[in-house]
């Protein structure tokens, strides 16, 4: 019988995160175009009427995407499987350094975009067992979920939550604060009537907590891939960092 994996938090709860560190294992099947990129590979296409970006990395986003689409960039094929193929992926393309405080759930979005049509393409196969599923919203009957066995419930402190959310989406989904912080402890209520939980109030530290790393292998039977999860995770913390920084930046200098 098909497992079917999937991950539910709320908003500012860092499920996707937690996909994404999922998703490292073998027993996963990244369905994406995979660019090649590296500093050799850069300074071979650049010309000479270029912007002088320190490295391949400082490159923004629209800019990579013109050189793939203009056929400069090799591609590999898009079945990524292995531990250190997927680790290079997401640190060019999912957590690259172009993401920041304004275009940050458009990244997040871009990519779920992808990897939910591939659900909803294998929802009837075998292959959707290679995929981790997201989602914010609890279902009113968990039990309902296929395969509940394989669903990791977030909870996580409602202002925690608040902090590093709203600096990537200030409305709030339309909501008050006061709104977003019960909706957070009506979600958080829930997760009793689920078998695995985990708590990611203590997760936004550069090191990832392996307490919490652990209930994500535990949930998904995974094998340990810890040393590769805390390089996604650091480079994930040091983007937050970042546009924690910028959007105080920007603000500051448009008002003042």
């Not at 709860?13 to 050799?40: C, E």
């Not at 209930?215 to 040091?238: G, M, P, Q, V």
Request: glycine share 2%; hydrophobic share 35%; charged share 20%.
């Amino acid at each position: 019988m098909t497992k079917y994996y999937s991950v539910i938090a709320p908003p500012g709860g860092f499920g996707n995160h937690i996909r994404w560190l999922a998703m490292l294992d073998n027993k996963f099947t990244l369905p994406v175009q995979y660019s090649v990129w590296n500093q050799a590979h850069f300074d071979n296409i650049k010309g000479p009427g270029w912007p002088e970006f320190a490295s391949f990395n400082a490159m923004p986003e629209y800019v990579k995407q013109e050189c793939i689409e203009m056929g400069w960039v090799p591609t590999q094929d898009n079945q990524l499987t292995s531990v250190d193929r997927k680790v290079s992926f997401i640190l060019d393309n999912i957590y690259n350094y172009s993401r920041t405080w304004h275009n940050w759930l458009y990244h997040e979005w871009q990519w779920r975009v992808i990897l939910n049509a591939s659900i909803a393409d294998s929802r009837q196969d075998a292959a959707r067992g290679n995929l981790v599923e997201f989602r914010h919203d609890s279902l009113d009957d968990p039990a309902s979920i296929v395969n509940t066995e394989y669903c990791l419930k977030v909870t996580i402190d409602p202002n925690v939550a608040y902090k590093h959310y709203v600096k990537l989406n200030n409305n709030l989904n339309n909501m008050p604060i006061e709104t977003f912080i019960e909706s957070i402890n009506q979600e958080n209520l829930l997760a009793t009537k689920y078998l695995h939980c985990v708590d990611t109030t203590m997760m936004f530290n550069e090191t990832l907590v392996k307490t919490i790393y652990d209930k994500i292998c535990t949930t998904f039977e995974l094998e340990n891939n810890y040393s590769a999860a805390n390089t996604i995770h650091r480079r994930w913390y040091d983007l937050h960092i970042k546009a924690e920084k910028e959007i105080v930046k920007h603000f500051t200098d448009l008002y003042t």
